[in-house]
Nanobody
Framework: LQLVESGGGLVQPGGSLRLSCAAS????????IGWFRQAPGKEREGVSC????????NYADSVKGRFTISRDNAKNTVYLQMNSLKPEDTAVYSC????????????WGQGTQVTVSS
């Protein structure tokens, strides 16, 4: 069971990126998915999460109004649209899968680097 993130890169402040989280070896549709990030020297923090149906979403206060989580179960993929990016958004972003939003995250991807810099 594997999660693979993509879409990271270097972007200027105010720019946008869309991260993707795809599953290999299992169907993502049955899992709640969370996005996390970890900046150098800092603890990992939760960014956003979405229920298996997509009907429930949550966001960290630091990204509310700028980031949008969504899922396309037909494509077995979850997305994180990141707009109005700030230098403090620079981090390695990882996705993880849990049975529900109340369960621990059992499966993790390797992460993708997002760098916001001019």
């Amino acid at each position: 069971l594997q999660l693979v993130e993509s879409g990271g890169g270097l972007v200027q402040p105010g720019g946008s990126l869309r991260l993707s989280c795809a599953a290999s070896g299992f169907t993502l549709n049955y899992y709640a998915i969370g996005w996390f990030r970890q900046a150098p020297g800092k603890e990992r923090e939760g960014v956003s999460c979405i229920s298996s149906s997509g009907g429930s979403t949550n966001y960290a206060d630091s990204v509310k109004g700028r980031f949008t989580i969504s899922r396309d179960n037909a494509k077995n993929t979850v997305y994180l649209q990141m707009n109005s990016l700030k230098p403090e958004d620079t981090a390695v972003y990882s996705c993880a899968a849990a049975l529900t939003l109340e369960d621990p995250y059992d499966y993790w991807g390797q992460g993708t680097q997002v760098t916001v810099s001019s």
